[in-house]
């Protein structure tokens, strides 16, 4: 569910022509709906009512601090994955007491930054990181309350780059490992255990492997409790899959939370959640400007004012984004077009063979579903600056994110001396 439709044949962002939007503030850029980032989150939310449950929004698919905000005003916390991340979630007010921080290369200065901040807890990838963490903690005179994330040897995800619960990816613990890794915790200093964690892909659009998953980490968490373990609390992950195209049906939020609500059963546990994709990915869209329209061999190429840099998940992941007109025209036919970008680059092609009522120069399309994993993973390749983004509430619509000059660009780089005297 999102709210970018059509009203006369123009496509609108809540109440919002997406046109006037991109008049403003100029082509390519990300428009977000504040109404549909409220809504993927209160989903959630409202299925675990009754239940304790941290939904720690994991921040890397849209980190902007507009989006962040409009999560923490609902009450959301942040699954953060490096040290700036977490400053940017304070900065944008979600509290300390609702971040969780994973990842596998927690840095010294970032493990003492969460440490002084207060955070939630650390999901512990490796005991190489146990032991720095319980040195850290123990020096500051601070407590980490840890998870380990669990490898469940489960594979799933939308594309092989983006599974991460199998034996060969480099996230978690082995689960043979798993209760001696808690034996060893139990002993150090600074270290107070508190829950257990799994994360094993994204864009899971099938809830068998979750469940499996699921299942096995609250059979462990049940028998460590029998062996005397205080585990108080169960983070999932996140994962769950977003329709991209039209037609595809992926298990909805609300079958998600049930399932899980299913595994646990009577199991009396703090739930942690962190689902990036299914709160931001439909909640965003790229809009763009055809700037050409080139025929070549037997072939008809829609060249676009946005490139590989700005949208990078097709190059990266093979990923497929619906691409509409902004402004539909019934009089125009299909027709198949390879859509691509203005970098040097083979990669930088967003479609191949791509069927969409005719384009013309000069007009705007739209990338819908690109509101998670787009704008965070821009790069100004070529000396194309980072793109601006637009959050939309109702009638109002505010630029979150501006275009840096080209003079703000180079002004970060210095020629050393020897070369300018
Ligand atoms: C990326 C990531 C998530 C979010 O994944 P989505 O598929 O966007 O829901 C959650 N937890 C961890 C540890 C991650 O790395």
Not at 236 to 248: A, D, F, N, T
């Amino acid at each position: 569910m999102h709210h970018f439709t059509y009203r006369d044949g123009e496509l609108f962002c809540e109440d919002v022509a997406v046109s006037e939007i991109a008049a403003q503030f100029g082509t390519p850029l990300y428009i977000y709906s504040s109404a549909t980032l409220e809504r993927h989150y209160r989903v959630l939310s409202d299925a675990f009512a009754g239940q304790s449950c941290l939904i720690a929004y994991a921040m890397k698919a849209n980190s902007n601090q507009a989006v962040l905000a409009t999560l923490a005003k609902l009450g959301s916390g942040a699954d953060v994955v490096s040290g700036g991340e977490m400053r940017r979630a304070l900065a944008a007010g979600i509290p300390a007491s609702r971040i969780v921080y994973s990842g596998v290369a927690k840095s010294k200065p970032d493990i003492q930054a969460a440490l002084k901040a207060g955070i939630h807890q650390f999901n512990v990838e490796s005991l190489p990181e146990l032991h720095r963490l319980s040195e850290i903690a123990s020096e500051g005179g601070h407590t980490a309350s840890i998870a380990f994330r669990i490898n469940p040897h489960v594979e799933a995800g939308g594309h092989a780059n983006i599974s991460t619960g199998g034996a060969e990816h480099k996230f978690g613990i082995a689960w043979h490992e798993a209760k001696s890794f808690y034996a060893q915790a139990a002993d150090l200093p600074g270290i107070q255990i508190v829950g257990v964690d799994v994360h094993i892909g994204s864009q899971i659009t099938d809830l068998t492997p979750m469940r499996l998953a699921f299942e096995k980490v609250v059979g462990l968490v049940r028998e460590m409790r029998a062996e005397g373990l205080p585990i108080s609390r169960i983070d999932l992950g996140g994962g769950l899959g977003i329709p991209y195209r039209e037609g595809e049906t992926p298990a909805s939020p609300a079958e998600y939370a049930s399932m899980i609500r299913e595994v646990l059963g009577d199991l009396d546990v703090e739930l942690i959640l962190e689902p990036g994709r299914m709160i931001a990915g439909n909640a965003g869209i790229f809009v763009s400007r055809v700037e050409y329209i080139k025929e070549r061999d037997d072939r008809e190429f829609a060249i676009l004012d946005a490139g590989m840099n700005d949208l990078m998940r097709p190059a990266l992941y093979q990923a497929v984004h619906e691409l509409r007109p902004v402004r539909m025209d019934p009089a125009r036919s299909s027709r198949t077009y390879d859509v691509v970008g203005p970098i040097c680059e083979s990669t930088d092609r967003f479609a191949k063979g791509y069927s969409v009522p005719e384009l013309r120069e000069g007009e705007l399309v739209a990338f819908m579903s690109a509101g998670a994993y787009g704008a965070v993973m821009s790069n100004q390749y070529n000396t194309r600056p980072l793109c601006a983004e637009v959050l939309v509430r109702g009638n109002q619509s505010a630029l979150v994110r501006r275009v840096p000059t080209f003079e703000e660009i180079i002004a970060s780089e210095t020629v050393p001396e020897w070369l300018t005297s």
